[in-house]
C-alpha cells in the first residue's frame, strides 16, 4: 500500500523538519535564557511567530498525516482504535492551540492566554502516551509494541517530574524535564511511523480486509 507508506514517510519528514526549527529556535532567543530552567513556550514567547511557533504547527501537521496513515491500515478495535485517533486528535489540538495561544513572559504575572497555553500542553502531552499505548495493541504495530510502551512510561515518569518541578518542586530543572519529555513523546510517534512504513513494505493483512495483504 504504497499511499499508506508515503504518510509514514511524510509524518517523519514533518517530525524532522520540527526538530530542526525547535533547535534553530533556541538559538536565535535571547543568550540569557536558560534551557534547562525555562520551558520551550518560555523561549518561543521571546521569539512570538517564530521558527519554535511553527516547529509546533509543523509536528501537529506530521501527526495528522500519521493518523492518515493509521486510518487507512484500520484500526484494531472499535473502542481502543477509536480512543486512540481522539487522543491522537487532542495531543493535535493542543499542540496548535499552544502554539497560536502565547504564555507570559518568563517572570511575568500569569494571564488568561497564558493559562490557556499552559492547559492546551498539559493535555497534549498526557493525551500522546495514553494514545501510545493504545497504538500499540494494534497488530501492524505488534514488531515496535515493545519500544512504543517503553517509551510512554518513559515520558509518563518524565510528566510527572516535570509536574513535580512546576509545583513543589519550585521549578528546578523543569526545563530539561520539558525537553526530555518532548523527546520521548516525539519518539512515540517516530516509532510508530518508522514500524507503519516497515509492515507496510513486508505486507500485513488490513484487520477490515480478511485475507487481503498489502
Excluded: C, K
Excluded at 189 to 195: G, N, S
Aim: proline share 5%; aromatic share 4%.
Amino acid at each position: 500500500m504504497p499511499g499508506t507508506r508515503n504518510t509514514g514517510l511524510l509524518a517523519l519528514g514533518g517530525i524532522a523538519v520540527a526538530a530542526l526549527l525547535t533547535v534553530i529556535g533556541h538559538l536565535e532567543v535571547n543568550d540569557d535564557l536558560n534551557p534547562w530552567a525555562l520551558t520551550i513556550s518560555d523561549f518561543a514567547v521571546s521569539d512570538r511567530g517564530g521558527v519554535i511557533d511553527v516547529a509546533m504547527v509543523v509536528l501537529a501537521l506530521a501527526t495528522v498525516a500519521l493518523l492518515h496513515g493509521l486510518r487507512r491500515t484500520g484500526p484494531p478495535g472499535p473502542r481502543s482504535g477509536r480512543t486512540a485517533e481522539v487522543l491522537l486528535g487532542a495531543w493535535v489540538a493542543g499542540l496548535l492551540l499552544a502554539a497560536v495561544v502565547p504564555t507570559n513572559e518568563p517572570g511575568t504575572a500569569m494571564t488568561t492566554a497564558a493559562y490557556l497555553h499552559r492547559y492546551a500542553s498539559v493535555v497534549a502531552f498526557l493525551a500522546l502516551p495514553v494514545g501510545g499505548w493504545l497504538l500499540a495493541r494494534r497488530p501492524d504495530l505488534a514488531s515496535a509494541a515493545g519500544t512504543i510502551r517503553t517509551l510512554v512510561l518513559l515520558s509518563l515518569t518524565l510528566a510527572g517530574a516535570m509536574i513535580w518541578s512546576a509545583y513543589p518542586g519550585d521549578r528546578v530543572l523543569i526545563g530539561l524535564a520539558e525537553r526530555l519529555l518532548i523527546l520521548t513523546e516525539v519518539a512515540v510517534l517516530a516509532t510508530v511511523a518508522v514500524a507503519q512504513t516497515r509492515a507496510v513494505d513486508h505486507g500485513v493483512v488490513v484487520p477490515h480486509e480478511r485475507g487481503v495483504t498489502v
